[in-house]
């Protein structure tokens, strides 16, 4: 079955430390993104892809960084400089670069740093 | 940038009501698309609309898109109880890149 994988789905780290999220697509996308939610924030963008070896930071980028080295892989390190990365991170993409093709995500991931 | 606003933040409804929920923007949407969050899932499209007025249903829901092009809604009609979850807007503004907006979301609650 196509779709989006998101591993794991639960991540514990201490504090201090960097953390790699994983996201893997078979859908053949051309764009990936990665969002951020918090209880009662909604969804909040953090970095995207529309093409393989190329990204763009969105609203939320410090303390994150991302790769696309792959057309399917899109992996996501929360890095020490993120002040607050306990959260839940969700991986999205889509086929087409238009206004009629809709975002689909993963099952993402929570975070948990202590 | 665009602003979304999502309304009610939150509903707690008997299940077999009716509910409905809006999304209004700042600017013309091209897109309004309809997404529910299980608890620790991710979000699924249940809608996609594209025309101003178009009024699309998928089984119990029904969304349309407002003719102003500033807002839309979504009704569910007979409420169950697994239509509990996040139901989240998101469009994109005319003219504007092709990253989606996201409303904050509507939490549902549904008391059997």
């Known amino acids: 079955d196509g779709g989006i994988t998101q591993s794991p789905k639960y991540l514990f780290r201490k504090e201090g430390q960097n953390v790699t999220l994983s996201c893997e697509q078979n859908?053949?996308?051309?764009?990936m993104y990665w969002y951020r939610q918090d209880p009662g924030q909604g969804l909040r963008l953090i970095y995207y892809?529309?093409?393989?070896?190329?990204?763009q930071k969105g609203d939320i980028a410090e303390g994150y960084s991302v790769s696309r080295e792959k057309k399917e892989s899109f992996p996501l390190t929360v890095t020490s400089a993120q002040k607050n990365p306990t959260a839940f991170y969700l991986c999205?993409?889509?086929?087409?670069?238009?206004?009629?093709?809709?975002?689909?995500f993963g099952n993402g991931t929570r975070l948990t740093v202590t | 940038g665009q602003q979304l606003n999502q309304s009610p933040q939150s509903m707690f409804i008997q299940e077999g009501e009716d509910v409905s929920m809006n999304c209004t923007s700042s600017?013309?949407?091209?897109?309004w698309l309809w997404y529910k969050q299980d608890p620790g899932e991710g979000p699924v499209l249940l809608i996609a609309?594209?025309?101003?007025?178009e009024l699309t249903s998928n089984g119990r829901l029904t969304a349309q898109f407002g003719i102003t092009r500033k807002d839309s809604f979504l009704n569910i009609s007979a409420s169950i109880p697994s239509d509990v979850g996040i139901y989240f807007c998101?469009?994109?503004?005319?003219?504007?890149?092709?990253?989606?907006?996201f409303g904050r979301g509507t939490s549902l609650i549904v008391h059997p």
């Open positions: 999205a993409s889509r086929g087409k670069l238009s206004y009629n093709s809709p975002l689909h």
């Open positions: 859908l053949n996308h051309d764009a």
């Open positions: 892809s529309q093409i393989v070896n190329d990204f």
């Open positions: 600017s013309i949407f091209n897109t």
């Open positions: 609309l594209y025309k101003a007025g």
């Open positions: 998101a469009g994109h503004a005319s003219g504007g890149s092709y990253i989606p907006t």
